[in-house]
């Protein structure tokens, strides 16, 4: 197993030695089994007619790695809640395994049960290519969710987050932050998720690329896992390395709990922070206005619910009824949003 897949099929809230003494904190983490709210899933208005009205029956395939962090369950929970809102569609789930190469052969497999559109959230996005190039040459659609296919003819729509609008979305709260307070040369820290994937470092790019636009850089950047335990750790060292602090971005806000656990051993309170994908637990934070935590920056798990309904649509050779092209568009990127204080009670549904 590569140690890639090793680590993603590992994206637990796991709870070591470093933990002890962050108490209540770390116990507050994302539920895996959290239903979605209805604002998560957005059922069919059947009553105009047109492509909400009940059509051909469309099996949907569907495959995601382990529910074992927040984000990545709300994905699972999201297209499960999404398919149950359509009378015209039959939900076929397979297991993802421990891996890209697990989830391979459960896919192989799904193809032979011969569903009318296959949605997927690959392990990996460049292993899992193959599979879509596959999959799409038996003349299945595959809608691919967050982890990108490099090759076009590998899906026939693919979803997924704005991982560099992420950084600039989380860069420019900051940036408005430091020059309402009058701070010409801040002390930036980052604390990314896993380095190796396409996604952590475009979502690096996007922060550092605006930052440098208005004069500023990160002075210490450190890599978790996207587990609490992870975060917990890097922010400790990130902590000692800079004396004084003026902002940071955490990238993801499931490893985010063990970021502020780690800045509560600290006592530090000097600084800002803005964290990311809009979990539900940081949304109420932000709200309560009690800690560091003053804004997030959205990668919403809600994705899945669109991709079912695309998957519908596509199955039924429709397209989106508010556009007027025929098909479902090939590619769809989620604009990334800035929750604060100020708009937190309009994300709150939203959040995972």
């Not at 949304?283 to 920056?297: G, M, P, R, Y």
Request: charged letters at 20%.
């Amino acid at each position: 197993m590569s140690k890639i897949n090793s680590d993603l099929s590992r994206r637990r809230l796991l709870f070591g030695g470093a933990a002890v003494g962050a108490g209540a904190l770390l116990t507050a983490c994302t539920s895996n089994e959290a239903a979605p709210t209805p604002a998560q899933t957005k059922a069919a208005d059947t009553s105009g007619g047109g492509n909400a009205a009940p059509g051909t029956k469309v099996t949907i395939g569907f495959s995601a790695p382990a529910a074992d962090h927040g984000w990545i369950a709300a994905i699972t929970n999201n297209a499960k809640a999404q398919a149950a809102t359509f009378s015209d569609v039959e939900f076929k789930s397979v297991e993802a395994g421990a891996d890209a190469a697990a989830q391979r052969a459960a896919l192989s497999t799904l193809i032979g049960q011969k569903p009318t559109v296959i949605v997927l959230l690959p392990h990996d996005g460049k292993e899992l290519n193959s599979f879509g190039l596959e999959a799409m040459a038996a003349g299945i659609p595959v809608v691919n969710l967050d982890r990108a296919f490099p090759d076009a003819r590998a899906y026939r729509t693919q979803i997924m987050g704005d991982n560099y609008g992420m950084g600039v979305a989380a860069a420019d709260y900051i940036i408005a932050q430091m020059k309402a307070k009058g701070v010409a040369s801040p002390v930036i820290g980052e604390i990314a998720g896993m380095d190796e994937l396409e996604l952590t470092q475009t979502r690096s790019k996007g922060f550092s690329d605006t930052l440098a636009a208005a004069g500023f850089k990160v002075a210490n950047r450190r890599a978790a896992r996207f587990t609490v335990d992870s975060g917990q750790q890097e922010a400790s060292q990130l902590l000692q390395a800079l004396p004084k602090i003026d902002a940071i971005w955490n990238h993801d806000d499931d490893q985010g709990v063990g970021v502020l656990a780690a800045i509560n051993q600290a006592s530090r309170k000097e600084f800002i922070m803005v964290g990311g994908a809009g979990s539900k637990q940081a949304i109420e934070t932000i709200q309560a206005d009690n800690s560091v935590l003053k804004a997030t920056v959205t990668y919403s798990p809600s994705m899945a619910s669109s991709a079912i309904s695309l998957a519908r649509l596509i199955g039924q050779k429709k397209g989106l009824a508010d556009l007027v092209e025929l098909q479902v568009p090939k590619e769809i990127v989620l604009a990334s949003e800035t929750i604060t204080k100020e708009n937190a009670s309009s994300y709150i549904q939203l959040g995972f």
